[in-house]
């Protein structure tokens, strides 16, 4: 099967549209990643030197990681059904495109925002560690470890938060339900990074390897599984 | 005459690709439809592209879409089954029946949205099969009954996103020829959210032209459009028709369906008949003549009784009588003649026309009465 670039980008490129048009949507995209950003910030810039210790056991910045598996949720739960709500998603499939153009297409424009929102506010956190936290304090934070999972764990819990978004947007019939469902299903994503992060699980390379394999395999897996999911006559009719 | 002629200027002065003539077909496949140049001639004159549609070379002589015992049931409901028939290419086909007769069911199903649960179709020359979802929907262009726009976005963007679906080439320019087509160019940077019910129908229009389809299924195209928005539809189908796009329409408008539609068909749930509008008239009611006088005649037996091409007749009213008739071009000078030779002072003798709307009355109230019993 060959995908199509042109058809993938169009669907991109009006989501972006959508965005653009519709300001709210990255109000609410950006508002979420900053109130989580609050409670890190406040424990990292009131904490004095002699904390750094306690810091040093903890991956403050691991915690962090939920934004990607959180963020994306919301956008990837509406791709589907929200199309089939405003009724807009009969003229969308009646054109040549292939269901796995449309959801690549769907992923994109949930991915890369989400990849900047992630990316942007964990650089603001790490501006204002660097400049206002104590430097102690800022070296137990800015571990070459943590920055390079940070990084690499990213992309790849977003990607998998939108496949689950995608594939429960594709099979629901209410936009309200897939949202909640979309939050729910990453959650599991949002408690292992958190109990990571608070070294309730020993974070190590060979855990870290292994979880990225994991994802990448599911990620790789998501877009399969999302296809199969899309049912385009039940998505037009409602029956089945 | 005149209009022939025009039509053959227009025809000589257009860059046209051949369509073969269409091949004769068990359920009768008309050519072109004649006497549709008045329409043409008035014209939006600047639709989308110019020549005719490109007809592939191996389905030169098929029907654009053929239909055999094509049925679609959702569970133990039955949408609509056992439908049979074959467009030409450049034929305007009208789909009419009640709300729940399956019409948009078969939109869906000759589109490639649904799959049929029995019987097969040919659209556009490719067999109606999930491999040739791709194939089909390139060459087809469905408009349906609710718009389906982005309302945030502008009419341009909304157009450029299905230029895209479509890989349109040059969508720039092909966006403005079909805004132009529908009388909506100067609207193109405004949101889709901002226009009426209408102007979001044209938008769609401009949009299922974009691709420049072999075939154009419209459900219920001028929903919602007021006179003079609706005419211009009318006009684009009319030069839609003339460029060799198929073109299936579903409608409530009767009157719509009578004036476009080189033939209709009626369907609920089965079809129940399919033939060029006037064909559907004569085989559904017998052709008749209204008379009508200034007073009751004294012997109407005496007068209508063994007159040339009349059948018999019955009264209407005090002094009006219907006349069955084989011929009514003979039958209404042999009745004028009787009349006057009785000494009736006769007010009026017209050919009774039944319009589609009748022929459409008539099978609905058909099957109501036949589900009753």
């Known amino acids: 099967m060959s995908v199509s670039k042109r058809r993938v980008r169009g669907i991109f490129r009006k989501e972006l549209r959508e965005y653009r048009h519709n300001g709210n949507i990255i109000v609410a995209m950006v508002i979420f990643p900053l109130i989580f950003l609050i409670q890190p910030l406040l424990t990292v810039l009131t904490e004095a030197t002699s904390a750094s210790n306690g810091l040093a056991h903890e991956h403050v910045l691991l915690y962090m990681l939920a934004i990607p598996a959180l963020v994306p949720a919301a956008l990837a739960s509406y791709s589907v059904v929200g199309e089939r709500q405003q009724g807009t998603l009969e003229p969308v499939l009646a054109t040549p495109i292939r269901r796995e153009e449309f959801l690549l297409g769907k992923a994109l424009a949930a991915f890369v925002p989400s990849l900047a929102i992630s990316y942007a506010v964990l650089a603001f956190f790490l501006a204002c560690v660097e400049l206002f936290a104590h430097p102690g304090i800022a070296s137990a934070l800015l571990r070459g470890p943590d920055l390079l999972a940070q990084l690499l764990f990213t992309p790849l819990l977003a990607a998998w938060s939108i496949w689950v978004g995608i594939a429960i947007s594709a099979r629901s019939s209410d936009v309200r339900v897939a949202g909640q469902l979309s939050l729910l299903a990453s959650l599991p994503s949002v408690a292992v990074t958190t109990l990571i992060a608070l070294d309730v699980i020993h974070p190590t390379f060979g855990l870290a390897l292994g979880g990225a394999a994991v994802l990448l395999v599911l990620d790789a897996m998501g877009w399969r599984i999302t296809s199969a999911a899309f049912d385009r006559e039940r998505l037009i009719t409602g029956t089945r | ?373």
């Not at chain 2, 009745?335 to 007010?347: E, M, Q, S």
Request: aromatic fraction near 6%; charge should be neutral.
């Open chain 2, 1 to 373: 005459m005149i209009y022939l002629i025009r039509w053959l200027i227009r025809m000589l002065r257009r860059p046209t690709v051949p369509v073969e003539p269409l091949a004769a077909s068990p359920v009768g496949v008309p050519a072109a439809a004649p006497g549709r140049d008045e329409a043409a001639a008035r014209t939006l004159g600047h639709f989308v592209s110019a020549g005719r549609v490109a007809v592939p070379r191996t389905t030169q002589g098929a029907p654009a879409l053929s239909v055999h015992s094509l049925g679609k049931r959702f569970g133990d409901r039955i949408a609509f089954q056992d439908v049979s028939f074959e467009i030409g290419y450049g034929e305007v086909f009208g789909f009419l029946g009640p709300n729940g007769a399956g019409k948009t069911t078969t939109v869906r199903t000759l589109g490639t949205l649904i799959a049929p649960t029995s019987g097969s179709a040919m659209v556009a020359g490719f067999p109606l099969t999930p491999e040739n979802g791709v194939a089909i929907r390139r060459r087809i262009s469905i408009m349906p009954e609710s718009p389906g726009l982005y309302l945030r976005l502008s009419v341009a963007e909304n157009l450029g996103c299905f230029a895209d679906l479509y890989e349109v080439a040059d969508p720039k320019d092909r966006i403005g020829r079909a805004l132009r087509a529908v009388n909506l160019a100067d609207r193109a940077h405004d949101a889709c959210g901002t226009l009426s019910k209408g102007l979001r129908q044209r938008v769609a229009l401009a949009r299922a032209l974009l691709s420049d389809p072999q075939v154009l299924f419209l459900d219920e195209p001028t929903a919602g459009l007021d006179p003079v928005a609706a005419r211009d539809v009318h006009d684009l189908i009319d030069d839609l028709r003339q460029r060799g796009v198929t073109i299936f329409l579903t409608t409530h408008r009767l009157e719509e369906a009578e004036r476009l539609c080189d033939r209709v068909a009626i369907l609920n749930t089965t079809l129940r008949t399919i033939g060029r509008p006037s064909e559907l008239r004569d085989h559904l009611f017998a052709r008749t003549l209204a008379v009508k006088t200034l007073v009751p005649l004294t012997d109407p037996d005496g007068v209508f009784a063994g007159l040339s091409a009349v059948d018999g007749w019955h009264h209407d009213g005090a002094a009006g009588y219907v006349l069955s008739v084989s011929d009514p071009a003979v039958a209404a000078p042999a009745a004028t003649r009787a009349l006057v030779t009785a000494g009736a002072d006769v007010l009026s003798i017209s050919e009774s026309r039944h319009s589609l709307e009748d022929v459409y009355l008539e099978l609905v109230n058909q099957d109501q009465e036949a589900s009753r019993r």
